[in-house]
């Protein structure tokens, strides 16, 4: 199983970016799949999750802002990202809840991650 994410470049703040990860290989189903992401000299940090059924919920950083959804027929999670601000500077991964094989458990994929610079 692979995740490759997609979208990131460089915006001037008050713009806006798509973001793209699309799981692809052998799977049974993706549970949750969310993005996370995070700026230099600091931690990782949850930006945004979404469930199976569509439940989302957002980093308080972003809320108003970013908007988290999924497409299950094409295995792809977005992330809308409108009013940027140069603090939304940050390498910015996807992740997904996967289980792999039938009858066996979940488990954690991430991807390589996409930069998304945001200049002042």
């Known amino acids: 199983v692979q995740l490759q994410a997609s979208g990131g470049g460089l915006v001037q703040a008050g713009g806006s970016l798509r973001l793209s990860c699309a799981a692809s290989?052998?799977?049974?189903?993706?549970?949750?799949m969310a993005w996370y992401r995070q700026a230099s000299g600091k931690q990782r940090e949850l930006v945004a999750v979404?469930?199976?059924?569509?439940?989302?919920n957002y980093a308080v950083s972003v809320k108003g802002r970013f908007t988290i959804s999924r497409d299950n027929a094409k295995n792809t999670v977005y992330l809308q990202m409108n009013s940027l601000k140069p603090e939304d500077t940050a390498v910015y991964y996807c992740?997904?809840?996967?289980?792999?094989?039938?009858?066996?458990?979940?488990?954690?994929?991430w991807g390589k991650g996409t930069l998304v610079t945001v200049s002042s």
């Open positions: 992740n997904a809840d996967i289980i792999p094989a039938l009858w066996g458990p979940s488990l954690d994929y």
């Open positions: 290989g052998t799977f049974v189903n993706i549970n949750r």
């Open positions: 979404i469930t199976t059924t569509g439940s989302t």
